[in-house]
């Protein structure tokens, strides 16, 4: 259990807080399939958490097409919102939201656009939970640097130190020991050769184990 006091939760969206990643995966795969490349599970999950412009880029990189930036984030970012019936939050996410709304302050920080995370938000009708929402767009640098979840706790005003990261990528998990945060990894996918334990706090299977951990439930 945990031996500090915390006084918010920065949430990370994809994978973390809904079940996004494989559909993220089949959007992309898609995507690289109609130019003519081949984008696999190892290469999507290499890829977690590093952003959208990250995973264009890195396409370029792989499968030599050309690309705009600006042009295919938005072609990846409305193909997945035309999808987004199929997403469904993680087990034990709401339960987890539902007893820190009042007590804890809450932000989400993620990697995605504005746009994308608000309509993901609006899926679940999760948006009145969060006290602050930070985007990809909002800093100068992703993950794994740790300037997202330094914004997201000067908008709550509580210090980085008494925060506490809730993250399933390594980038994540990686700027979040980087910020300062108290970091709890929640790995997708197999864990195999991640040095996840290196950088959190802990590392647990699922919200629920991350609940308990906090003392939570």
């Not at 920065?10 to 490349?37: Q, Y």
């Not at 007590?103 to 969060?130: C, K, N, Q």
Request: include cysteine; charge should be negative; aromatic fraction near 8%.
């Amino acid at each position: 259990m945990i031996d500090r006091p915390f006084r918010a939760l920065l949430w990370d969206m994809d994978g973390l807080l809904v079940d996004s990643e494989p559909l993220w995966f089949l959007v992309e795969r898609d995507f690289a399939k109609r130019r003519g490349g081949d984008f696999t599970e190892k290469h999507a999950r290499d890829n977690i958490g590093k952003g959208i412009r990250n995973t264009v880029h890195l396409m370029h990189e792989l499968f030599g097409f050309p690309i705009d930036v600006e042009r295919d984030v938005g072609e990846l970012i409305t193909d997945f919102m035309n999808r987004a019936g199929e997403l469904s939050l993680k087990p034990g996410a709401q339960d987890l939201l539902d007893v820190t709304t009042r007590s804890h302050g809450l932000a989400l920080a993620s990697s995605s656009h504005r746009r994308l995370i608000l309509a993901t938000l609006d899926r679940f009708e999760l948006v009145p939970y969060f006290d602050a929402i930070v985007s990809g767009e909002d800093i100068a640098r992703p993950k794994p640097a740790p300037d997202i979840f330094l914004r997201a706790a000067e908008l709550l005003q509580v210090p980085i130190g008494e925060c506490v990261v809730l993250e399933d990528s390594l980038a994540g998990v990686t700027a979040g020991r980087a910020a300062g945060a108290i970091v709890i990894a929640i790995p997708e996918g197999p864990i195999d050769g991640r040095p996840f334990a290196d950088f959190a706090d802990v590392v647990v299977g699922d919200l629920d184990a991350a609940a308990r951990w906090l003392g939570l439930a």
